[in-house]
């Protein structure tokens, strides 16, 4: 996901992208409590959006439900 600006801000809700697959992949894997149904298809869907806010609020950071450098 990039900024009117072209910079990059993360992965969000719709991108398409071979490493959103990795990032699913990775929470299925770490996170099987609440992201373990999770499939890596590559398509950072809601379920993806949710499980990396449920992420981001156990771990104390913004919630926003993009994955980024944070």
Known sequence: ???DAG???GWGLGDIDPKV???Q???AGKFAS???ALVP?????Q???DAVAEMQRR???PVTGIFDYT
Request: no cysteine.
């Open 1 to 3: 996901m990039k900024n």
């Open 7 to 9: 910079v990059w801000q």
């Open 47 to 49: 379920e993806t959006a």
């Open 34 to 36: 609440y992201a373990g």
């Open 25 to 27: 992949k990775f929470l």
């Open 21 to 23: 697959a990795e990032i």
């Open 59 to 61: 771990y104390g950071l």
């Open 41 to 45: 298809t590559g398509v950072y869907n």
